[in-house]
């Protein structure tokens, strides 16, 4: 099943190029937590309505503000260095198996269509295509084996990044920085987390190209470890890494990320607010690969 949230406060099922708006199904009850949140808490008892959608408005897709799939997860658990390409190309000793994870503040999500507002103008930012994934049920020291049935869904997501010696929760966490979607696609449609192709674009050429076979911690891996540092609520968001690739984006940009089952997510780049970063560990950190048009002549090779 494809579930996204859109508009106002509105949850639907695709199929096809239709959405059916199954916001009703939530009854009136407030609880404070988004609907697609609340969904995903009661699924298993909601579900068995959502087998007919006849009784439920559709519109076309095309016409639809489609917003990030779970706007207010408690947390967003994201995977550093968790391809062994991608662990190359940034010139580090260590990977995941190492560095464990880390979060991104829940307030840099962005919708689909949105747009990525870069805050600096003296600083280089990054895209990070990724696969990432919404917890179904509450989930502590969960075990390798049994960890894919705590997945509710998978989706795309963005890790912009900030380059740099600042600590990752602040490169990473500026208001914008990690664009969801476009929807979700539950886990017993999507299958195998092992074997997706991803793609990342910008303004349509390709930058990253990997299969999630890659993945140093697959999904299983990934969320019995962030199960046994932290408990996982349903809505959370956990990101699995990206693949080598990674280079500057720009404001004019366009950048997208295509999934294989899931779909392509689509977002803008600006820096309409842009001022002078007030930190300074630009020429410190991890140094990424020189930008595509400086590695395709050699140059470049020594700073980011
Ligand atoms: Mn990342």
């Not at 260095?81 to 990977?95: F, G, I, L, P």
């Amino acid at each position: 099943m494809r579930l996204a949230s859109f508009g106002d406060d509105r949850i639907g099922v695709i199929v096809d190029d239709q959405i059916f708006d199954v916001t009703p199904v939530l009854g009136s009850a407030a609880s404070g937590l988004s609907p697609m949140r609340r969904l995903i808490q009661r699924f298993d008892e909601l579900a068995p309505a959502l087998s007919d959608l006849s009784p439920y408005a559709a519109q076309p897709l095309a016409e639809v503000s489609l917003r990030t799939p779970v706007s207010d997860p408690s947390k967003i658990v994201a995977a550093p260095v968790n391809y062994r390409d991608h662990m190359v190309e940034m010139s580090q000793q260590a990977h995941i198996g190492a560095l464990g994870v880390f979060l991104k503040a829940p307030s840099s999500v962005l919708d689909p269509g949105g747009t990525i507002q870069l805050p600096y103008d003296d600083r280089r930012f990054d895209h990070e295509g990724e696969l990432a994934f919404v917890i179904g049920r509450p989930a502590r020291d969960v075990a390798p084996a049994d960890a894919l049935d705590y997945v509710f869904a998978y989706t795309a997501l963005l890790d912009i990044t900030m380059r740099g010696g600042e600590d990752r929760s602040t490169r990473k966490s500026f208001d914008t920085f990690t664009p969801i979607g476009p929807w979700l696609v539950t886990s017993d449609e999507f299958g195998d987390p092992r074997a997706a192709d991803l793609r990342c674009l910008v303004n349509d050429q390709v930058r990253q190209q990997e299969n999630t076979a890659q993945l140093i911690w697959g999904v299983a891996e990934l969320l019995a470890y962030a199960s046994s540092v932290m408990t996982l609520l349903p809505g959370d968001v956990l990101t699995t890494g990206t693949p080598a690739g990674v280079g500057p984006i720009v404001a004019g940009d366009r950048v997208d990320v295509e999934i294989s089952r899931i779909g392509r997510l689509s977002v803008a780049v600006a820096a309409d607010r842009a001022v002078h970063s007030p930190t300074s560990g630009a020429n410190t950190g991890p140094v990424p690969p020189p930008p595509p048009e400086l590695a395709d002549t050699g140059a470049g090779r020594k700073s980011p």
